[in-house]
């Protein structure tokens, strides 16, 4: 659908003017999925000056907005011989260039003597719409179930059944081939981030600690509630060995021989400690490694878009891994996956609740007092499921509300948006250890040990994609060795609790950032 399109000479009126016109387009296609437009005006600001710089006024430049697909797109064009108006000196640090920071990310193209640069534009994501078409996909898994009693037992079994099988184990073999590489360098990245961290000075490093005591926290919780509704670990200890010497064979045996087995075999514990290991030295070169650090951020941006393409294909594969799982009758204990809801609710109110008893004992204030400040964000994130979309209001509740320093609001809030995901933890690490516990009969105490590490390294490096969380759980099913049959299950699950994970993380957080501006006497008004 065209939403705009018209032919101008660039003068400062028409720039305007076309900047106007392209916003309303933009509103009236988007609808209550229109995002803030600031980003929009002035990429589209700076993209058609850059023309008129490169072109002149001489001739005509075109814009042009459609939409498709359910994507919208802007476009400018304009005849001429070949020329970049993305391109900047290359003297200049790419993080400096305006379009850059805005995040649009244009696109060049040089065709038929045009140069066009496309503007993808940004939309709200449909609420809920991933964990809606989960449940439309086990519908309709539970409707080919039923359909397939009424079909020749020969065409189920020798046509059906096997093209199931076979079309989710490629699926699965995707995400499995492209988790490895995304938490590699997702850790390298989140590593290197660091940096910021250290330039905030120890406050930022207070803060991180917090936030790390809280997964201790968390993976305990974790753990209690597990072996409070049965879930024993096993452990056969051999002769002349006991479990401590087990443990740290284990811990050993995660360290790489060298920097390409552990790729060829998919050993994902030894990639993430390489993956720790490169961070921590570009971490500590600095500057000296600007390049090979670009080089892992775009790499990573690359498979990130890769898992992004991926992920749409969630409902898919829960429909085939849930049709599987029924037409090879494997359900016959699925109803002891409401454990996985018992550990990760149970769970996440045990952290919850020592992180308020924390908040209560530092800052010696009601609870009524501080909830009443975080009820409008919280109310957000339940409605939402989206800790970004609760931002501004959680920005006011610590600045305005609680009077935290400014500054330290504006650093400590974003970094604990991607770091701070205990809950997200004890959910991961639970679907995993009930589905492993289904599948192979019991949990190995060492199998536990390595549930709980690698739970915490997946939530906090999964990036910020719609079903990320789920794509690198053949890392977790790996580790673990769980039936990757069981993965829809997971999806399922996950989908139903992970609803109410950002306000969990969300409401802990901003009680994490209040305890630590109280230690560094960063709080400007009486709470």
């Not at 850059?100 to 065709?111: A, F, I, S, T």
């Not at 789920?470 to 977790?476: C, D, G, N, T």
Request: with cysteine; hydrophobic share 50%.
């Amino acid at each position: 659908m065209i939403l705009f399109k018209e032919n101008a000479y660039l003068t400062d009126e028409q720039i305007q003017n076309w900047i106007e016109e392209a916003e309303n387009a933009y509103n009236q296609a988007a609808k209550k999925r229109a995002v803030n437009t600031t980003a929009f005006r002035l990429s589209l600001e700076e993209i058609l000056l850059r023309f008129r710089e490169l072109y002149g006024t001489g001739c005509r430049c075109r814009l042009y907005g459609n939409k498709s697909f359910g994507n919208i797109r802007f476009e400018v064009s304009q005849k001429g011989p070949y020329q970049n108006p993305l391109d900047i000196d290359q003297d200049n640090d790419l993080s400096y260039d305006i379009l850059v920071r805005l995040n649009m990310r244009p696109n060049y193209e040089y065709k038929n003597g045009i140069n066009k640069v496309s503007i993808p534009v940004p939309l709200k994501p449909r609420k809920n719409a991933l964990l809606i078409s989960i449940f439309i996909s086990v519908l309709l898994a539970l409707l080919t179930w039923i359909s397939s009693s009424f079909m020749p037992e020969t065409v189920r079994n020798e046509y059906l059944v096997p093209a199931i099988a076979n079309s989710f184990t490629k699926l699965s073999a995707v995400f499995s081939e492209l988790a490895t590489p995304l938490v590699f360098f997702a850790v390298i990245s989140g590593i290197c981030g660091i940096g910021g961290v250290s330039t905030f000075g120890k406050l930022g490093g207070s803060l991180l600690k917090r936030m790390t005591g809280t997964y201790f926290i968390a993976m305990i919780a974790m753990v209690v509630v597990g072996l409070a509704i049965g879930l024993t670990p096993t452990h056969a200890v051999s002769e002349g060995s006991n479990i401590f010497s087990d443990l740290l064979k284990l811990v050993l045996d995660i360290i790489p021989s060298n920097l390409v087995t552990p790729f060829a075999t998919d050993n994902d514990m030894q990639v993430i400690v390489i993956a720790t290991f490169i961070g921590i030295v570009l971490l500590l070169l600095g500057d000296k490694v600007r390049t090979f650090r670009k080089f892992c951020d775009e790499a990573g941006n690359i498979i990130n878009k890769m898992m992004a393409f991926v992920c749409k294909t969630l409902p898919l594969f829960v429909y085939l891994g849930v049709t599987n799982l029924l037409l090879s009758n494997m359900l016959s204990q699925v109803y002891l996956v409401s454990r996985i809801f018992v550990i990760s609710l149970v769970g996440a109110a045990i952290t919850i609740g020592i992180t308020i008893a924390r908040t209560l004992y530092v800052t010696k204030q009601p609870f009524s007092k501080l909830f009443s400040a975080q009820l409008p964000s919280l109310l957000i994130n339940l409605t939402t499921s989206s800790q970004m979309s609760a931002m501004p209001e959680s920005m006011k509740c610590c600045k305005e509300k609680w009077g935290i320093d400014q500054k330290f609001t504006d650093f400590g809030l974003p970094l604990g948006v991607v770091f701070y995901m205990p809950n997200g933890a004890i959910m991961l690490g639970a679907i995993v250890w009930v589905l492993t516990d289904i599948s192979l009969g019991a949990v190995d105490i060492l199998v536990l040990f390595k549930l709980v590490l690698v739970s915490v390294i997946i939530a906090i490096a999964a990036p910020p994609i719609p079903g990320s969380a789920f794509a690198v759980l053949p890392i977790l099913f790996s580790a673990c060795e769980t039936d990757l049959s069981m993965m829809p299950l997971a999806v399922i699950i996950g989908s139903t609790v992970g609803y109410l994970l950002p306000a969990m993380n969300g409401f802990c957080l901003q009680l994490e950032l209040l305890m630590t501006a109280q230690k560094a006497n960063l709080i400007h008004k009486e709470l």
